[in-house]
Every structure is written in structure tokens, then in C-alpha cells.
């Protein structure tokens, strides 16, 4: 029944070599099992040497004196259902009856975790050393500043970004479910006299079959606690198989609170004495400081506590705080604000020059084409164009900062507590040490709040008014100041010969202020001689992650093209797609990587994956999805199937789309199905399926109404008026999610299942109209046929 | 300016300027925080609550309109987080982030009122204007049929 662990990912071997379990007896009884860190060995504060063995927030459990166990998780819950599926890991491992376990958020506490700050270049401590290295632009720099991006390939528990939270915490979840479960039965095993091979658990108790003993766990706690923990490697675990919590449907555990309104959220937070304050920045970006504000006047107004320039500091760019007893007494101080502020040299920036410059770039794309289309029959090609989007999560930046003297504490709503740490001690010229971090629920993340600039702005104006604040920003903010998914372009060519078989492929990404191309994927590695060229035009508009950073957009570009040359071929695009698959090179190369960073996707996606281990998993997911929409039926003009797969964060996800197009161009989306194989084991498959669900919702609102435009250096769009999303009437009426298990260790739902579904949408279109869409938003193309 | 409501079945007293939006009076001033801030312009539906009955937009309402109309909101919506819709959302495992969800069943509880055994056809009628950013809209539209069938 029991059986030797799963082999760890890289990340959690990185984490092994670096932590030891611990069990911890508690006052009044009870015991803490959790993992502890070297980590603070490399601090730079002496005294956190000393403390190095103290708990670090990370996923652990206390058993208390009665029985009842806490699970502490440490992941930000931004709507991902990590704060249900991660602690069932630990329940499962342990035989924990569901119903008796409490979940509770663990900060960043100066009195009970050890930051360790590094210097920049090294590499991130793990767990504990919250302050990984500033290579995304963190601290103290001027203007907006990038996040401090922990490194998402190491163990990052109060992180959640780039679907890791599921890979990097797995097997280590288990292994303190099976260290808790063992001094537990050992303590029964002494307490009977019977050897421990003879006890097996369940439903929170021991059990000895031969002799008909039960003890449930409260009555073998006290012994449990004074019992060594074994080491990891002595530890035993259940079979898979044997699973009876994974796998299973569990309503998210914060559910009886969201559906009675309970203040779960950081907007929802409150504290004595505190104020509600709102912040007036640069509309242009990149810009320069105030020039003027009416500030006097604006401190006359009714409710307004205080208003004051805030100069350009600690990584906080310059602007106008409004300080008020109320959020409508500073919002209507604000409509009565005017402030004038240096707009630098960006003042002439416009979307529309920014694709002049797109298309100059994409008219060379040939340049570097030299002769490799020369053995091509047939050629053909396309270009893609894809806007700037905003995360836009429903729950406007705030955060609640109470940063008196020589201590600041903060609740926020981020997916990146370390992050919110170091923006919050640049702003306020804390230490680490000195900084408490409360981590809220997030209304929706989407790659927004890994950047926390909204908690060192809060902290800095609560430092400068004198008292806690909670800056609020409007919807309005929200938008205009986004780190958005950066704005693309695609140029195709794909050379085809005599039958039909795909021999060259460029695709030249043309990026506006950066981001990476996404090309690094299929069809590279499958027999096609591949080029990707790309360029990037700078930019001052602020970029970062969105949800499936670039196979977001590649995964259209790159199976939108792909179903181009099916069609000129003459082929079924389900049959040509899996042609190309089978193109895989029958075993790996050597070194077990395929062709540089393939196929990644997101620059995160399958490090490692080699072309022939991505066509084992993409083949039958790619099928199933096939059978499920029902590919091959005959359908009538005007509806249309389309099929569209892709890997990125470790995740395989292929999904295909039924539409239908009136005459006058109105698309329903009827159906879509998801194939998903994301390893061994899903963990809550009810969080899973909603996962999936979501994340093809996004996908659809994203590729079909918004986009943002700015002009004279400033964002256009400002409300969900003019940046409109996806609303009931235009949802799917069938979402199918279907799981296909193989032997990889489990990874993260939430990007792998976003980008596969504009591509299947537009690929059914096509079918449906013979109407290729090219550009996003979708409302830019006419879609009526006759 | 003193304004006395009636929210959630209680007479309330706030101090605020008249223009003030019902929003804010509820989350700041009255601590019911359950009714959300998600665009201040009438579009999400983020703020949804009951003005006698009906679904409205708190952020579009100003206390000096409420008068002394019935509010409810969510956390009035049932004496214990049981009104059918609360347990089907629950049961369903609508919520992702959750954020818009209060919103979401106040719209639907304002739908069954009207309309106990509501068509697919119905429900994306009467719930067109609540965004949801996590895109649950398949699980409310099963929420809500679960719900009416109690």
C-alpha cells in the first residue's frame, strides 16, 4: 500500500539540499511539523543566524492537543484555489478527515520568519530568503520599477505566478502530511506494543485491525510530540492509487464566506485611526514630477485629512496623495484635483506610431530568409497582430499601510509577498526585518499583483501623512497604470512541397517594449527547418507577465498559421497537425534536451521537454480533443469546427471549438473542450475543471473585445466601457475540461489551458466563414459571409 | 449630513455628504463590505444590491436618493449564508477569486424572485451586466438552475 516517493522536481531538490523536516512540540500541547531553512546562514543579519531554525511561513501544520489540525498555506490565493488543493495534499498524505482541518494564510512576520536579503546576482535563498535578486528591476529604482520576481524555478511558497505552485510544493506537501502521519502512529504503535507495519490510518485515526484498536489522532498527540520526525528519506507514502481525497471535488474552503460577504479581500481591510487616501500620478509614462497642484484648496474640501506633493522616491514615482476619512471624500477631492506634471520626452508616444514601426520592421522580415524557401512548392504568408491588454483584475491595486517609526505592517492583496516586503522597504527605508506583510485574498491576479507597486505607495504615503492609510485606486488607475501584456506582431511564411508537407516555417515576432517572442515551440524540432527571427520596439508603455506570458498570443499566431498551411495544402488541419507530430525525431537528442529552449513556451514552459516526449504527451490530448468536439462531422456553412494544441508551463493542453457565424457576422462560441495533461495526479478536480473553465473564458474575452490604445504618451481606454471583456450572454454554454493522466509529476492549471483556445476559436471560424482572423481584437474583423 | 437608512431589516444613521454613493456609505461607513468596488461606474455589477427588491447598482445610487427604501445586501441577503443561492454557489464551486460573486447572487436572488424556474435564455438576460473576471460564467448559469430547483 505504501510506496517510495516520486522523484522530486528540480525545485525541490534545490529545496531538499537546503531544509531538514521538523517537528516542533507546542505550548499547551500539540506539535508543528514543517520544513526549516538554512536559508538565514547566508543572511546579512547576524541575529537571523542565530534564529536559523525558526519556521520559515512556508506550507506546515500544527496538530493541536485536541486532534484539530491547522494547515498554514502560504500561497496567495488569487483565485487559482490554491488555498484548498494545496493543504488536501498534506490531508491526503495524512488521512485527515477533511472537515476537521482549518486553513489559515500565513504572513511575513519580522517576528517569526527570517528574511534573508541578498545581494544582487545570487541566487535566491528558497524559502526565507524572500528578497530573490532584482534582476526584473526591483528596488529603489526611479519611476515605476519592475517586480522583484523571485526565482520561479525555485521554491517560492508566499509566490504565486508562472503555475508553480502546484510542481514546486507537491512532493514537499507530502512529505510533511507522511512526517506528521508517522509520529502519529508511532505513538500508537508504543502505546499498544504492536510493531508499526500493523497500523494503518484513516478518517484521523489509528487503526490495529488485528486487534480492533482505534485511536483517533487527539488521543496520540501528546505522545506524538516528544517522538524524533523521521528523515525524508525514511518516510513512506501512499500509492496514488490509494488516493481518496486527490482527485475528488472540494468546494473551495473560503466559499461560506465569499457567498456572505464576509472582508476576506485587501479592500475589505480596516484598522483603528486609519484613513483612505488615493494617489494622482503622471498620466504620461515614464514622465517626470509635479509641476504644480492646487493642494491648498484641496485640503479645504470636505473630509480631506490631507493632501501633499509626493516627489519621486524609493522606487514610488512622483505625484499627488490625497489623504481623506472616507474613499468618496478622496475620490471627490480628487475630481476637484489639478495637477500638472513634467511629461519628459514620452509625451508623443501613439499606438498608431508604434505599428507603423511594427510594420516597417515586418516588411525585412524576409531579409533573413535567404534560401530556405528555395526547395518549397508552394509558399504562403500571413502576419498577426495582437494588442496591448490589461490584467484588469476585478479588484482595483489597493493596500492598507501602517508604517509608524521604526515598523511598517501592510494587508495586501498580492500574489508576490516578497515583492511587497522589498517595494515597501524601499519606499519607507525599512529593513526586511522590520516589515510585516499580511497577505489578503486577491480579487483576481493574472501575473498583475506579482508587481506590488501599489504597497510601496501606500507605505510612503502613510509614512508622509503620519497615519495608517488604504490607497485605493479607482478602476481608472487600475487600467492606466497596469504592467500589460506587451503588444506583438507576427510575420509568417511556411513553405510547403509537392505533397503538402511542411518543410520551412519562419516566424519573425516583432514585440513592442519586449516581451519574449514565443516561438520556441511547435512546429520547431519536428522535422521543419524553423526560423525565428524577432524584433523589439522600444517602448515607455510598462510591460510585464500576463497570465501565460507570451503563448498568450504565440499559441494564435503559431496555430493560427499552421491551420494556414493545412488549408494550402489541401489538408484536414486535425490530420496535418498530426503529421507534423509524428515528425518527432524518434528518440531524444543526446543530453535529453531537444533544440535550444524547445518547446518552451513562456520561456517556462517544458525545460527539458524534447521534441519526441512533447508528441507523446500532445498526441492523444490533440485526439481527444478531437473526439469530444466530434471532429469530421458535417456541418452546415456558417458553423465550424477548429482544433488548436499548445505546451507552456509544463502543462500539454490541446482544445477544440465549435462556432457558429451568421450571415451577418455574429459569432456564439457553442461549444469548447479542453484535453489537458498536466501529470499524474489532479489534486481538486472541482478547482481544476474551474481552472480550465476560466481560463478559456479569458481567453475569449481577451482575443475578442478589448484592446488599448494610447495616444500623446497616455493610455486611451480608461473603464470597462471603452476596455470592454466578456460578459455571460457571450460565454460558451459547454466548457468541457478532460484530464489524461501520465507518469509526470503534477503542474499548475491556471496558463497551461489560456492559450490553446484563440487559436481553436479562430481555426472554427475559418471553418465556419472562410474568414482568417489576423488581428485581435476580433471586433476588428468582419466576420459576414454569404 | 445625517441620513437614516434601512439596511438589511435595521435602521442605520450615517453622517455623509448627500451625493455619496450607497458603496461606499455600505463598505466604509457601515462595515458591509461584502458589496464590491469594481469600476465606480455602473458597468461591472461588482456592487449589485437590493433597493426594494430590485437589483441596483450601488455605485450609481447616492444615499440621498435611497431614502428610506429597503437595502439588502449580501450580508442581508439570509439570516445564515442559507438563502438557496448561497448554498448552490457553495455546492457548485462557483467562485474563483470570488470577488464579483456577491454581486453575481445578488442579481441572481433578484432573478428568482421574479422568476423562480428561470430558461438559460433568462438567466443571461437578467445577469448580462455582472463581469466575471475569472470567467465562471458556466458554473453560475448551473448554480442558479440548482438553485431554483430547491
Known amino acids: ?786 | 449630513m445625517n441620513y437614516s437608512l434601512n439596511v438589511n431589516g435595521r435602521s442605520r444613521t450615517v453622517d455623509v455628504t448627500p451625493e455619496t454613493p450607497m458603496l461606499w456609505v455600505l463598505r466604509d461607513h457601515l462595515d458591509l463590505v461584502g458589496t464590491k468596488f469594481g469600476c465606480g461606474a455602473g458597468i461591472c455589477g461588482a456592487c449589485t444590491i437590493h433597493v426594494d427588491g430590485e437589483s441596483a447598482r450601488a455605485c450609481q445610487l447616492t444615499v440621498a436618493e435611497v431614502g428610506t427604501k429597503k437595502i439588502t445586501t449580501i450580508e442581508g441577503l439570509s439570516a445564515n449564508g442559507d438563502h438557496p443561492l448561497q448554498k448552490a454557489w457553495c455546492d457548485v464551486d462557483v467562485a474563483q477569486c470570488g470577488y464579483c460573486q456577491s454581486g453575481q447572487i445578488m442579481t441572481a436572488a433578484a432573478l428568482l424572485a421574479k422568476k423562480p424556474q428561470p430558461t438559460d435564455a433568462d438567466i443571461d438576460e437578467k445577469m448580462a451586466d455582472n463581469l466575471c473576471r475569472c470567467g465562471t460564467y458556466t458554473r453560475i448559469r448551473a448554480a442558479i438552475h440548482q438553485a431554483a430547483k430547491k
Open chain 1, 1 to 786: 500500500m505504501k510506496t517510495e516517493l516520486p522523484s522530486l522536481s528540480a525545485a525541490e531538490q534545490a529545496l531538499d539540499r537546503r531544509s531538514f523536516l521538523r517537528l516542533s512540540a507546542l505550548a499547551g500541547g500539540g506539535f508543528a511539523v514543517g520544513y526549516s531553512y538554512f536559508g538565514a546562514a547566508t543572511s546579512a543579519f547576524a541575529a537571523d543566524a542565530a534564529s536559523a531554525t525558526v519556521f520559515s511561513p512556508s506550507n506546515y501544520l500544527r496538530v493541536g492537543a485536541d486532534g484539530r489540525v491547522t494547515i498554514y498555506s502560504a500561497r496567495p490565493e488569487i483565485g487559482q484555489g490554491i488555498k484548498t488543493s494545496l493543504p488536501m495534499i498534506i490531508a491526503e498524505e495524512m488521512d485527515l478527515n477533511w472537515k476537521d482541518v482549518r486553513i489559515v494564510n500565513s504572513s511575513i512576520d519580522p517576528d517569526t520568519s527570517t528574511p534573508a536579503p541578498q545581494p544582487a546576482g545570487t541566487p535566491p535563498a528558497g524559502p526565507g530568503g524572500f528578497a530573490g535578486p532584482g534582476g526584473a528591476g526591483g528596488r529603489g529604482g526611479g519611476g515605476r520599477g519592475g517586480p522583484q520576481l523571485p526565482n520561479l524555478d525555485g521554491p517560492t511558497p508566499q509566490m504565486a505566478g508562472g503555475s508553480t505552485s502546484t510542481p514546486s510544493s507537491f512532493t514537499q506537501l507530502r512529505q510533511i502530511g507522511a512526517a506528521a502521519r508517522a509520529v502519529l502512529v508511532e505513538a500508537a504503535a508504543q502505546t499498544w506494543g504492536v510493531p508499526v507495519t500493523e497500523l494503518m490510518t484513516e478518517n484521523s485515526a489509528v487503526v490495529h485491525k488485528a486487534s480492533n484498536r482505534r485511536a483517533p489522532y487527539a488521543s496520540l498527540v501528546a505522545k506524538a510530540a516528544t517522538l524524533p520526525v523521521p528523515a525524508n528519506n525514511e518516510l513512506t507514502f501512499k500509492d496514488p492509487k490509494d488516493f481518496k481525497l486527490l482527485g475528488t471535488r472540494v468546494s473551495g474552503v473560503e466559499n461560506p464566506d465569499i457567498v456572505t460577504g464576509k472582508p476576506l479581500f485587501g479592500i475589505d481591510q480596516k484598522i483603528p485611526g486609519m484613513a483612505y487616501a488615493v494617489f494622482e500620478k503622471n498620466p504620461v509614462y515614464g514622465g517626470g514630477g509635479v509641476t504644480s497642484a492646487n493642494v491648498d484648496e484641496i485640503k479645504k474640501l470636505p473630509g480631506v485629512k490631507n493632501a501633499f506633493i509626493v516627489t519621486a522616491q524609493g522606487g514610488v514615482p512622483a505625484g499627488v496623495a490625497i489623504v481623506a476619512d472616507s474613499t468618496w471624500a478622496a475620490f471627490s477631492a480628487r475630481a476637484k484635483l489639478k495637477a500638472a506634471f513634467d511629461e519628459g520626452a514620452n509625451g508623443s508616444v501613439s499606438w498608431a506610431g508604434l505599428v507603423e514601426q511594427a510594420k516597417a520592421a515586418g516588411a525585412r522580415s524576409s531579409e533573413g530568409d535567404g534560401d530556405a524557401f528555395a526547395g518549397a512548392a508552394k509558399t504562403i504568408e500571413a502576419s498577426y497582430t495582437f494588442p496591448y491588454i490589461s490584467h484588469a483584475p476585478l479588484e482595483p491595486q489597493n493596500c492598507l499601510a501602517d508604517v509608524k517609526g521604526d515598523r511598517a505592517e501592510i494587508w495586501a492583496p498580492t500574489q508576490n509577498a516578497p515583492d511587497a516586503l522589498s517595494k515597501v522597504a524601499a519606499a519607507t527605508g525599512l529593513p526586511n526585518r522590520a516589515i510585516k506583510v499580511h497577505v489578503t485574498r486577491s480579487g483576481g491576479g493574472f501575473g498583475r499583483r506579482l508587481n506590488n507597486d501599489f504597497a510601496g505607495q501606500a507605505a510612503l504615503i502613510s509614512k508622509l501623512a503620519g497615519m495608517p492609510v488604504k490607497l485605493q485606486w479607482s478602476r481608472e488607475d487600475d487600467l492606466k497604470y497596469d504592467v500589460f501584456r506587451p503588444a506583438g506582431f507576427g510575420f509568417l511564411k511556411g513553405g510547403l512541397d509537392a505533397n503538402g508537407k511542411l518543410l520551412t516555417w519562419r516566424h519573425h515576432r516583432v514585440s513592442v517594449t519586449g516581451g519574449g517572442a514565443g516561438q520556441d515551440n511547435f512546429p520547431q524540432g519536428f522535422g521543419v527547418n524553423a526560423l525565428n527571427p524577432s524584433t523589439t520596439i522600444p517602448s515607455p508603455i510598462p510591460t510585464y507577465a500576463w497570465r501565460a506570458p507570451n503563448s498568450c498570443s504565440g499559441a494564435w499566431v503559431t496555430q493560427s498559421f499552421l491551420d494556414e498551411l493545412a488549408q494550402a495544402s489541401g489538408r484536414d488541419p486535425l490530420e496535418f497537425k498530426l503529421d507534423l507530430l509524428a515528425n518527432a525525431p524518434a528518440a531524444a537528442p543526446a543530453g535529453g534536451a531537444g533544440p535550444a529552449g524547445f518547446p518552451g513556451g513562456g520561456g517556462r514552459g517544458g525545460g527539458g521537454t524534447n521534441p519526441q516526449t512533447y508528441a507523446q504527451r500532445m498526441i492523444p490530448i490533440v485526439k481527444l480533443a478531437a473526439e469530444k468536439i466530434g471532429w469530421g462531422r458535417k456541418l452546415p456553412r456558417g458553423q465550424g469546427l477548429g482544433i488548436a494544441f499548445y505546451s507552456c508551463h509544463q502543462g500539454f493542453v490541446a482544445e477544440a471549438a465549435e462556432v457558429t457565424v451568421t450571415r451577418d457576422g455574429k459569432l456564439t462560441v457553442n461549444k469548447v473542450v479542453a484535453a489537458c495533461d498536466v501529470g499524474h495526479t489532479i489534486v481538486n478536480l472541482s478547482g481544476a475543471e474551474n481552472q480550465g473553465q476560466g481560463a478559456i473564458v479569458d481567453g475569449l474575452s481577451t482575443m475578442w473585445f478589448p484592446s488599448l490604445n494610447f495616444e500623446k504618451g497616455r493610455l486611451v481606454e480608461d473603464n470597462f466601457d471603452s476596455y470592454p471583456l466578456l460578459f455571460m450572454p457571450d460565454a460558451p454554454k459547454s466548457i468541457e475540461v478532460h484530464f489524461v493522466k501520465s507518469a509526470n509529476n503534477p503542474t499548475g492549471l491556471g496558463e497551461p489551458t489560456l492559450p490553446p483556445v484563440a487559436p481553436a476559436v479562430c481555426n472554427a471560424i475559418f471553418a465556419a466563414t472562410g474568414i482568417r482572423v489576423r488581428e485581435f481584437p476580433l471586433t476588428r474583423t468582419s466576420l459576414k459571409w454569404s
